[in-house]
T-cell receptor
Framework: GNSVTQMEGPVTLSEEAFLTINCTYTATGYPSLFWYVQYPGEGLQLLLKATKADDKGSNKGFEATYRKETTSFHLEKGSVQVSDSAVYFCALSDRGGGGSNYKLTFGKGTLLTVNP | GEEVAQTPKHLVRGEGQKAKLYCAPIKGHSYVFWYQQVLKNEFKFLISFQNENVFDETGMPKERFSAKCLPNSPCSLEIQATKLEDSAVYFC??????????????FGPGTRLTVT
């Protein structure tokens, strides 16, 4: 079956620090990969995605590259802000084809706190 | 609409009572997914629909949980005889289909169910 492992937090950084949140996956097929963000008291927002090997997803200064050889999709940001404080979830889903169920498989989330 | 809508935002039920949650997917999205988020951020897939048809129900505790997506009505998730362990945030997500499978899933704000 599919599974996602991401670094456990919490992660605490100062404003303008560099962020990396590691994510690795196990999948039976060739999945699509996602990072979702959950701000306090809110639902999940899609942050970025990648659908094939070597694709780089990017949004709001965050980036992640689909690495098939290492089965990884690490999230990075060069300079974090206080407003980036949230829980970040790495996720995957089947891309399609016979037997795909498309459900998202999530990692356990990483709480990021950015201090001024 | 342009967003996934979920009602109610909060729901409190005594143990053994019924709970019913609603979800209106984004207009034009043919897939609806229900997820349960329990303590420590863990997401569990419950069920998905393709239009009004059940697509994947492998995550549903069938003895007490049921769900429907009827034409021209919000989708619903119903829990008969709630238990304390049903306390969680229930998220609905919708997605549209494409030639290569599904696009990304967009999440609603969630319904927080508290069973006392």
């Amino acid at each position: 079956g599919n599974s996602v492992t991401q670094m456990e937090g919490p992660v605490t950084l100062s404003e303008e620090a560099f962020l990396t949140i590691n994510c690795t996956y196990t999948a039976t097929g060739y999945p699509s990969l996602f990072w979702y963000v959950q701000y306090p008291g809110e639902g999940l927002q899609l942050l970025l995605k990648a659908t094939k090997a070597d694709d780089k997803g990017s949004n709001k200064g965050f980036e992640a590259t689909y690495r098939k050889e290492t089965t990884s999709f690490h999230l990075e940001k060069g300079s974090v802000q206080v407003s980036d404080s949230a829980v970040y979830f790495c996720a995957l889903s089947d891309r399609g084809g016979g037997g795909s169920n498309y459900k998202l498989t999530f990692g356990k989330g990483t709480l990021l706190t950015v201090n001024p | 609409g342009e967003e996934v809508a979920q009602t109610p935002k909060h729901l409190v039920r005594g143990e053994g009572q019924k709970a019913k949650l609603y979800c209106a997917p984004i207009k034009g999205h043919s897939y609806v997914f229900w997820y349960q988020q329990v303590l420590k951020n863990e997401f569990k897939f419950l069920i998905s629909f393709q239009n009004e048809n059940v697509f994947d129900e492998t995550g549903m505790p069938k003895e007490r949980f049921s769900a429907k997506c009827l034409p021209n009505s919000p989708c619903s998730l119903e829990i008969q005889a709630t238990k304390l362990e049903d306390s969680a945030v229930y998220f609905c997500a919708s997605s549209q289909s494409g030639l290569a499978g599904l696009y990304e899933q967009y999440f609603g704000p969630g319904t927080r169910l508290t069973v006392t």
